[in-house]
T-cell receptor
Framework: GQQLNQSPQSMFIQEGEDVSMNCTSS?????WLWYKQDPGEGPVLLIA?????ELTSNGRLTAQFGITRKDSFLNISASIPSDVGIYFC?????????????FGDGTTLTVKP | GAVVSQHPSRVICKSGTSVKIECRSL??????MFWYRQFPKQSLMLMAT?????????EQGVEKDKFLINHASLTLSTLTVTSAHPEDSSFYIC????????????FGDGTRLSIL
């Protein structure tokens, strides 16, 4: 089946720093999604990308759908303590795959005040 | 919009008990819902795809008779862990998709299941 390689696995940064994480796949996706999960809760959708090359922002978050449709990155600018959590990328083919998403293994972000 | 409610948030029960978890899409209709299991510090492991009005599709290695799924309406899917044992203890999360080819999944807040 399809697999996503998400990196880095974990990051320890100082408050105020920028963060970048990415996902790559050996096969293409039609949709890329980025989620954040806080401890003991379900993932929350941050950004959805629907077209190759698309660059979308949500506040301090920016994500891009790679031109090849096999990768995506998420940037967080000027990090703050509440950015702490696990970030997951997910790729979707759409209804052709019953709407399933393939998830990366997550990037655990720690922000030091 | 796109709110998914999962209940209960935490269950502690004795071995041999059956536990039912509900997943509701509150402000949209979901023909497809998904059930995941998550172990500590790991990613989401898809257990099954729940289809409204039809049988669920289970992933390889997931026991159908152990994890019963019912998707009786466009807004409700249930997962029943039958005769639960300590090894079934885990964090279970549901998600739901709105109608349409590119709709993302929206997740519930998860259920922490602890079997004594």
């Amino acid at each position: 089946g399809q697999q996503l390689n998400q990196s880095p696995q974990s990051m320890f940064i100082q408050e105020g720093e920028d963060v970048s994480m990415n996902c790559t796949s050996s096969s293409i996706f039609n949709t890329w999604l980025w989620y954040k999960q806080d401890p003991g809760e379900g993932p929350v959708l941050l950004i959805a990308l629907y077209k190759a090359g698309e660059l979308t922002s949500n506040g301090r978050l920016t994500a891009q759908f790679g031109i090849t449709r096999k990768d995506s990155f998420l940037n967080i600018s000027a990090s703050i303590p509440s950015d702490v959590g696990i970030y997951f990328c997910a790729g979707q083919l759409g209804n052709t795959n019953a709407g399933k998403s393939t998830f990366g293994d997550g990037t655990t972000l720690t922000v030091k005040p | 919009g796109a709110v998914v409610s999962q209940h209960p948030s935490r269950v502690i029960c004795k071995s041999g008990t059956s536990v039912k978890i509900e997943c509701r899409s509150l402000d949209f209709q979901a023909t497809t819902m998904f059930w995941y299991r998550q172990f500590p510090k790991q990613s989401l492991m898809l257990m099954a795809t729940s289809n409204e009005g039809s049988k669920a599709t289970y992933e390889q290695g997931v026991e159908k008779d152990k994890f019963l799924i019912n998707h009786a309406s466009l807004t409700l899917s249930t997962l029943t862990v039958t005769s639960a044992h300590p090894e079934d203890s885990s964090f279970y999360i549901c998600s739901a998709r709105d109608l349409g080819p590119k709709q993302p999944q929206h997740f519930g807040d998860g259920t922490r299941l602890s079997i004594l």
